[in-house]
């Protein structure tokens, strides 16, 4: 009897190592890029007391930022190489989470949710490319469906826990904490990749 398509679409995506490899990688990086705008914007609000008027100026800064800066993103994908810039963008992400840490600011939170707003289009941009890239024409549409099954339980569980640690420790420890748990996870990355 004929294999049912779902467990076709599962048993293709287990046997590719390689982008298996690209899987655990982005799964593990993906989260911890994201917290650098969530938690340094709650930083922001809940410690340095920004006035409410400082949301409508954040939004803007990145999206200005994100408009401006992601066509470079995606040419430095295309001029480095999609591997390269998918380790370049959270190793950047995770050096933003120090100044957050030693020198809280405004200078410093607008900086650090523009970049994470940069960093997650070229993060995006390389992943894409690679999904693309790695599996054969058959296994595309799988394969990127179930990258987007991990990465979306992987980016649920990050807030989470990082909110979690948030309510036990302070934000400028927690992100030390997080900015050498991001560099431990690109070094992870760069190995698997």
């Not at 894409?128 to 991990?150: D, M, S, V, W, Y």
Request: proline letters at 6%; aromatic letters at 14%; charged letters at 10%.
């Amino acid at each position: 009897s004929p294999v049912p398509w779902g467990k076709t679409m599962w048993m293709a995506f287990l046997r590719d190592s390689k982008f298996l490899r690209l899987t655990l990688a982005v799964c593990l990086i993906s989260p911890l890029v994201g917290q650098l705008s969530i938690f340094a914007s709650v930083f922001a609000f809940r410690e340095l007391k920004f006035e409410a008027q400082m949301a409508a100026g954040l939004w803007m800064s990145t999206s200005i930022a994100r408009l401006t800066l992601s066509p470079a993103a995606g040419w430095l994908t295309d001029r480095w190489g999609a591997r390269n810039s998918l380790l370049f963008w959270p190793a950047l992400s995770a050096v933003t989470f120090f100044p957050l840490a030693i020198f809280p600011g405004v200078i410093t939170v607008f900086a650090a949710t523009a970049l994470a707003a940069v960093a997650w289009s070229g993060f995006s941009g390389a992943m894409n490319a690679l999904t693309c890239g790695i599996p054969k024409p058959e296994h595309r549409a799988g394969h990127f469906t179930l990258l987007g099954f991990c990465m979306i339980a992987a980016n649920s569980a990050g807030p989470v826990l990082v909110g979690w640690m948030f309510d036990v420790i302070p934000y400028r420890p927690g992100f030390m904490i997080l900015g050498g748990a991001a560099l431990a996870v690109t070094a992870i990355g760069f190995m698997l990749l």
